[in-house]
């Protein structure tokens, strides 16, 4: 039997520590399909497709040992579509946790079938957002550290080639 996880979240933009997560849950699991929220309530800063491509272009595992996937329904109903046996989360913090586990027990209740795997980051990653990068790409910063250069370069592109507001 294939161990089949699903590891969802918006990734807007993609990070190291994103990658470091999926690295460490391979060696857990068979295959990993990056789940991508759409989110239109948060206000990605990348388009859902925008966002896939980037994930595609920065993923070092060859399908189907890892494949990217966008979804914009409820997560349960995508991981049991993709016939996956789990979900993927990181937690950085106990901030982290809290939430986590919330929406474990709420995606638990709503399909006990599937079950919720907590992985820590590397300690190099422990404090990356997706948040934090978006306001250092803003104001122009290094990134090199955070993100793939593919994602430093979407990141410029976005924020010194739109008119400003």
Sequence with gaps: MIRRAVYPG??????????????????????III?????PRKSPLFS????IDLLRSVIPYPPPQVSVKGFNNLLVHFVRDEKALCILRGVRAVSDFDYELRMALINQNLDRTIETVFLMPSE???????????????????LSLFVP?????????????RPKE
């Design 124 to 142: 190099n990653y422990m404090f990356i957002t997706s948040t934090m990068i978006r306001e250092i790409a803003e104001l122009n910063g290094d």
């Design 149 to 161: 250069a593919q994602v430093e370069q979407a990141l410029k592109t976005k924020y010194f080639r």
């Design 10 to 31: 918006t990734f807007d933009p993609v990070t190291n520590g994103h990658l470091d997560m999926l690295h460490r849950g391979l060696v857990l699991f068979d295959e």
């Design 35 to 39: 789940g991508v929220a759409d989110s």
């Design 48 to 51: 859902l497709e925008e966002r």
